[in-house]
């Protein structure tokens, strides 16, 4: 059973507005969260990320959202780009454990120019 | 080189072959990762070595055997593979410090086929 849920597979957006990829968990014991982008041809780069101490983390256009009480987590970027086609993946951890990252299946977001 | 290389970028190789996948890293961090990707599956967690030391067996079976001479260094050692194992094999590696969760860096990827 998927711990970790991203149920959009795809996404596509107009360049200029903003896309929003979710990210749903099942453990409540997950207390550190990822967002990674994958291009095609190369390795997840890491966006991203936030604690569970947090409600919200901003980098320049890339906005994380954490809902605990939902185990739900968003990825707003605003404004898209067409550079920002790509799967994006969530990830989750529980802080001591071996630092493993459970992810997601990711949503491939697509922004049309 | 910086960040994390991994070769071959590509292998195509029989069920009855040994190969070995190999991964370095530049970033001066202490815990390297194996993970597989197949299509449309979340990233799948195989190995985990903390400095040098492994940590994690993600229950994969033993025809996948990791090596970790350094810190700097990851190989993943194939032989007698399934079609099954078809897939993207990717390294990563991360600062270590206990309790402490850091972001993991990635190597772009070995894509595997056993035919």
């Known amino acids: 059973d998927q711990q970790v849920k991203q149920n959009s597979p795809s996404l596509s957006v107009q360049e200029g507005r903003i896309s929003i990829l979710n990210c749903d968990y099942t453990n409540s014991m997950f207390d550190y969260f990822l967002w990674y982008k994958k291009y095609p041809a190369e390795g997840p780069t890491f966006l991203i990320s936030i604690s569970s101490i947090k409600d919200k983390n901003e980098d320049g256009r890339f906005t994380v959202f954490l809902n605990k009480s939902a185990k739900h987590l968003s990825l707003h970027i605003v404004p898209s780009q067409p550079g920002d086609s790509a799967v994006y993946f969530c990830?989750?951890?529980?802080?001591?454990?071996?630092?493993?990252?459970?992810f997601g299946s990711g949503t491939q977001l697509t922004v049309l120019p | 080189e910086t960040g994390v290389t991994q070769t071959p970028r590509h292998l195509v190789m029989g069920m009855t072959n040994k190969k070995s996948l190999k991964c370095e890293q530049h970033?001066?961090?202490?815990?390297m990762y194996w993970y597989k990707q197949s299509a449309k599956k979340p990233l799948e967690l195989m190995f985990v070595y903390n400095f040098k030391e492994q940590t994690e067996n993600n229950s994969v079976p033993s025809r996948f055997s990791p090596e970790c001479p350094n810190s700097s260094h990851l190989f993943l050692h194939l032989h007698t593979l399934q079609p099954e194992d078809s897939a993207l094999y990717l390294c990563?590696?991360?600062?270590?410090?206990?309790?402490?969760?850091?972001?993991?860096?990635f190597g772009p990827g070995t894509r595997l086929t056993v035919t």
């Open positions: 990563a590696s991360s600062q270590a410090l206990a309790g402490a969760t850091y972001e993991q860096y």
């Open positions: 970033l001066g961090h202490n815990a």
């Open positions: 990830a989750a951890s529980v802080s001591g454990s071996a630092r493993q990252l459970t």
